[in-house]
Antibody
């Protein structure tokens, strides 16, 4: 059974760096074709894809946010970490991590974690 | 970057009626198109992948069609649990983008 869970701060100040961790089970990032992505959703708004990392450490970023994002993986801990620099109130959102296999969409999602950016 | 659009923004439907949702891509995504259902306070749930294949456990009343730039999600007979927001998403290997969503509410 595949499960994912996001963790991190619920409140960050403007200009700070956000670090979120996705801890998963039921699959391994050593397996060919497997990857984990991050998606966010501001309150009442649409989903926005942020970043994605493959089993082979290949990485993809949203073009509009690429300069602020870093995604890494710790295969031994079954974790994927997303950092976003220079946080702004417009970055207030629920942040989700999700599993996918090469050629498929995101099929398993975490429950999401709400991050509020406010001074 | 591929831009996804969805129409209508809101669809009011009576239970038992058919709902047809549209999704358009700014350039061809072949059949790399997925549909998700999201209810308030919940994570999105994958309904359709490959434009027309139902995900595990998804009822047969949900069907997807299309290829290239034009796609449709049809719910043949709306049940009470189907009132939600529906998003399309393209998933080419370079990046992934979601549409703005269609809210299906009770007429």
């Amino acid at each position: 059974q595949i499960t994912l869970k996001e963790s991190g701060p619920t409140l960050v100040k403007p200009t700070q760096t956000l670090t979120l961790t996705c801890t998963f089970s039921g699959f391994s990032l050593r397996t060919n074709g497997v990857g984990v992505g991050w998606i966010r959703q501001p309150p009442g708004k649409a989903l926005e894809w942020l970043a994605f990392i493959y089993w082979n450490d290949d990485k993809r970023y949203s073009p509009s946010l690429k300069s602020r994002l870093t995604i890494t993986k710790d295969t031994s801990k079954n974790q994927v970490v997303l950092t976003m620099t220079n946080m702004d109130p417009v970055d207030t959102a629920t942040y989700y991590c999700a599993h996918r296999r090469y050629g498929d969409p995101f099929d398993y999602w975490g429950q999401g974690t709400l991050v509020t950016v406010s001074s | 970057e591929i831009v996804m659009t969805q129409s209508p923004a809101t669809l009011s439907v009576s239970p038992g009626e058919r709902a047809t949702l549209s999704c358009r891509a700014s350039q061809s995504v072949s059949n790399n198109l997925a549909w998700y259902q999201q209810k308030i306070g919940q994570a999105p749930r994958l309904l359709i992948y490959g434009a027309s294949a139902r995900s595990t456990g998804i009822p047969a009343r949900f069907s997807g069609s299309g290829s290239g730039t034009e796609f449709t999600l049809t719910i043949s007979s709306l049940q009470s649990e189907d009132f939600a927001v529906y998003y399309c998403q393209q998933y080419t290997e370079w990046h992934f983008t979601f549409g703005p969503g269609t809210k299906v509410d009770i007429k």
